[in-house]
């Protein structure tokens, strides 16, 4: 049985940093790129950021570009997200994922493994 959760979330005030981790179990972490997705109230799931099986090649989207920092530890099953320099608007449920491939900042042929997700949420 899969199972991802996603820890690390919380309250920070604008100009701040969070670390986000993302680990999985019950399935080859290490044979499937990663992504970060973010969804906030009223709006559509996005591609926060993706990452390739080995940890060299990573995508960013142009909000985050610069302020985020993806990567995993193979080793631990484990993804992060580095957050700097956060926004109010950076806030949002973040969820990980594994799938085929990434293109841009997503991820594609994603997985039906969701966690529970982590809330960020950035203070003006």
């Known amino acids: 049985q899969v199972q991802v959760a996603e820890s690390g979330g919380g309250l920070v005030q604008a100009g701040g940093s969070l670390r986000l981790s993302c680990t999985a179990s019950g399935l080859t972490f290490a044979g499937y790129p990663m992504g970060w997705f973010r969804q906030a109230p009223g709006k559509e799931r996005e591609g926060v950021s993706c990452?390739?099986?080995?940890?060299?090649?990573?995508y960013y989207a142009d909000s985050v570009k610069g302020r985020f920092t993806i990567s995993r530890d193979n080793a631990k099953n484990t993804l992060y997200l580095v957050m700097n320099k956060l926004k109010p608007e950076d806030t949002a449920m973040f969820y990980c994922?594994?799938?085929?491939?990434?293109?841009?900042?997503?991820?594609?042929?994603?997985?039906?493994?969701w966690g529970q997700g982590t809330q960020v949420t950035v203070s003006s």
């Open positions: 994922a594994a799938g085929d491939y990434c293109s841009g900042s997503q991820l594609y042929g994603v997985r039906p493994y």
């Open positions: 990452i390739n099986q080995i940890g060299d090649i990573t």
